[in-house]
């Protein structure tokens, strides 16, 4: 299928797009393209005008602070790959990017814009909400930071406001803790049919902190706070982790389609939990 007609437009920095974007009422930035191009061709979507960001060379970076790693917006998957900072301070969006679509999409698609994008079933906003990290917008009068948690609204949809561009996403140094994603899919490549991605702090046997969100279950990715407050201070046994297991199943309606049901997506999220925790148990 051919996309909609639409106005071509390339800008050259940040304060080109964002005052560009605030001007128009029917305005998408472009950054990798790997999911606005197959939504425009779908006819999802009918912009009026695509701005294309990929001029904009300051938005692509990896950063290292003392207790946070920050990443540009238009960095791509492979660049994520490759850097050695991003293994050593953040190695669950590390774990999580191996396993994004195919080798086309991680040379082009961005990190800026699968979180933007918002698929609830996509691996990168799931890692995000898991870490408890930060997306940082930027508009013509200044800048904000908004947490993962408060940042997906639903299905597609974001706290992003009319003229804001999403720039900067800020990603806590978790020390000390183990990390693992988990992915089922119906083919290589595919969105995921459930994910899991944990993170886990343990002091000897207990649970010092423990994070879980999942994709593919939610209109956007799902994590069980109160489960993770009252598994915090236990030690993790067999007992424990069937009791996480029942807990995260039950305060979730995964959706049904055409690559699963809702009854079939809460099994493969006991699969992958119990999977997950008897890792970290061995």
Same mark, same amino acid.
Request: a positive charge.
């Given at each position: 299928?051919?996309?909609?007609?639409?106005?071509y437009?390339r *800008?050259?920095?940040?304060?080109?797009?964002?005052k560009?974007?605030?001007?128009?009422?029917?305005? #998408?930035?472009l950054a990798?393209?790997?999911?606005?191009?197959?939504?425009?061709?779908?006819?999802?979507?009918?912009?009026n005008?695509i701005?294309?960001?990929?001029?904009?060379?300051?938005l692509?970076?990896?950063?290292?602070?003392?207790?946070?790693?920050k990443?540009?917006a238009l960095?791509?998957?492979?660049?994520?790959?490759?850097?050695?900072?991003?293994?050593?301070?953040?190695?669950?969006?590390y774990?999580?990017? #191996?396993?994004?679509?195919d080798?086309?999409?991680?040379?082009?698609?961005?990190?800026?814009?699968?979180?933007g994008?918002?698929?609830?079933s996509?691996d990168?906003?799931?890692?995000l909400?898991a870490?408890?990290a930060?997306?940082v917008l930027?508009s013509?009068?200044?800048?904000?930071? *908004?947490k993962?948690l408060?940042?997906?609204?639903?299905?597609?949809?974001?706290?992003?406001?009319?003229?804001?561009?999403?720039?900067e996403?800020?990603?806590?140094n978790?020390?000390?803790?183990?990390?693992?994603?988990?992915?089922?899919?119906?083919?290589a490549?595919?969105?995921?049919? *459930?994910?899991l991605?944990?993170?886990?702090k343990?002091k000897g046997r207990?649970i010092?902190?423990?994070?879980?969100a999942?994709a593919?279950?939610s209109?956007?990715?799902?994590r069980?706070?109160?489960?993770e407050k009252g598994?915090?201070g236990k030690?993790?046994?067999d007992?424990?982790?069937?009791?996480i297991?029942? %807990?995260?199943?039950?305060?979730?309606?995964?959706p049904?389609?055409?690559?699963?049901s809702?009854?079939y997506?809460?099994e493969?999220?006991?699969?992958?939990t119990?999977?997950?925790? %008897?890792?970290?148990?061995?």
């Amino acid at each position: 299928m051919y996309p909609p007609d639409f106005t071509y437009v390339r *800008v050259n920095s940040v304060d080109e797009a964002t005052k560009f974007l605030d001007s128009q009422d029917d305005a #998408r930035p472009l950054a990798g393209g790997q999911s606005l191009i197959p939504m425009l061709k779908l006819r999802v979507i009918s912009p009026n005008y695509i701005v294309d960001l990929n001029p904009i060379k300051d938005l692509s970076y990896v950063r290292s602070g003392f207790n946070s790693t920050k990443i540009g917006a238009l960095t791509r998957y492979y660049e994520v790959l490759k850097n050695d900072t991003i293994k050593i301070n953040v190695p669950l969006l590390y774990q999580a990017v #191996r396993l994004v679509g195919d080798m086309q999409v991680r040379n082009l698609g961005t990190i800026g814009g699968s979180v933007g994008n918002a698929d609830p079933s996509s691996d990168v906003p799931t890692v995000l909400t898991a870490l408890d990290a930060e997306i940082v917008l930027t508009s013509s009068s200044g800048s904000r930071s *908004v947490k993962a948690l408060d940042f997906f609204k639903g299905a597609f949809t974001t706290d992003v406001k009319k003229g804001e561009l999403i720039t900067e996403i800020v990603l806590p140094n978790l020390e000390g803790y183990y990390t693992t994603y988990k992915k089922v899919v119906r083919r290589a490549g595919d969105y995921a049919l *459930v994910s899991l991605a944990l993170a886990i702090k343990m002091k000897g046997r207990d649970i010092e902190d423990i994070r879980l969100a999942y994709a593919g279950v939610s209109d956007k990715p799902f994590r069980p706070i109160e489960v993770e407050k009252g598994a915090i201070g236990k030690s993790l046994d067999d007992s424990l982790i069937e009791d996480i297991v029942s %807990k995260v199943s039950s305060q979730v309606n995964p959706p049904s389609d055409t690559r699963g049901s809702s009854w079939y997506r809460k099994e493969v999220m006991k699969v992958i939990t119990r999977k997950a925790l %008897k890792e970290v148990m061995g």
